[in-house]
Structure formats: C-alpha cells, structure tokens
C-alpha cells in the first residue's frame, strides 16, 4: 500500500533554516506529482508548494515563495521541502501528499489522494 513518512520537523528559531523530507512507498513515485501542505493549530489545512512528476515544474503559496524550496529525487522516492528564513507563523504541522499521476501539481488538497501522518515544525521568536 501506499507509504508517506515525513521527517525533519522540530524547534528552531526565527530567521533559521530547516529541511523536511517524504519518503514515499508501494507506488512509482517518478509518475507522481507531490505537494506539501500545513495546518496550523485552529486553522484550515493550506497549500505550501507543489513539484510536478518530473520535477521540472513547482509551485509555491506567495507567503512561502523565496524562502521554500520544493525538490524532488526520484532514485530515491524522496520529495523535499527546504525552508529558509523561517518565521514563527510558519509554525504548523507540515504534510507531503501523493498529487496527480504524470500531471502538474495542485494547490488543492482535494486532488491529493494519500497524505503523509505530518511533522511539526516550531518556529521560535
């Protein structure tokens, strides 16, 4: 069946960098695009950045773009979330999902079919 794991969550403190990861399994991760999503505590679930099945194409909310990147290494059934210049409003439980299968990615969390169990991250002032 279907596996996301995310890892490198953890406390850091405004103006640092941190870099989650998905490791996906029981699919042809190269076929598949991959976002990344977050929820803040008492808030909806939004939309952070999304990799097309290649990796040629990504897409970003405008509160992240310039600080996060989203990349991808499909040897590896890996997508990555790199996050720089972190602000305490970033605070929130991140997830990656599974997107369209040779498609571009979505912005919404209803055409993302498996979800990863999330990794918190904590930004500090």
């Known amino acids: 069946q279907v596996q996301l794991v995310e890892s490198g969550g953890g406390l850091v403190q405004a103006g640092d960098s941190l870099t989650l990861s998905c490791a996906a399994s029981?699919?042809?991760?190269?076929?598949?695009?991959m976002g990344w999503f977050r929820q803040a505590p008492g808030k909806e679930r939004e939309f952070v950045a999304t990799?097309?099945?290649?990796?040629?194409?990504?897409y970003y909310a405008d509160f992240v773009k310039g600080r996060f990147t989203i990349s991808r290494y499909n040897a590896k059934n890996t997508v990555y979330l790199q996050m720089n210049s972190l602000k305490v409003e970033d605070t929130a439980v991140y997830y990656c999902?599974?997107?369209?299968?040779?498609?571009?990615?979505?912005?919404?969390?209803?055409?993302?079919?498996?979800w990863g169990q999330g990794t918190q991250v904590t930004v500090s002032a």
């Open positions: 999902a599974l997107g369209p299968q040779y498609y571009r990615g979505s912005i919404y969390d209803r055409d993302y079919d498996y």
């Open positions: 029981g699919l042809t991760f190269s076929t598949y695009a």
């Open positions: 990799i097309d099945w290649s990796g040629g194409s990504t």
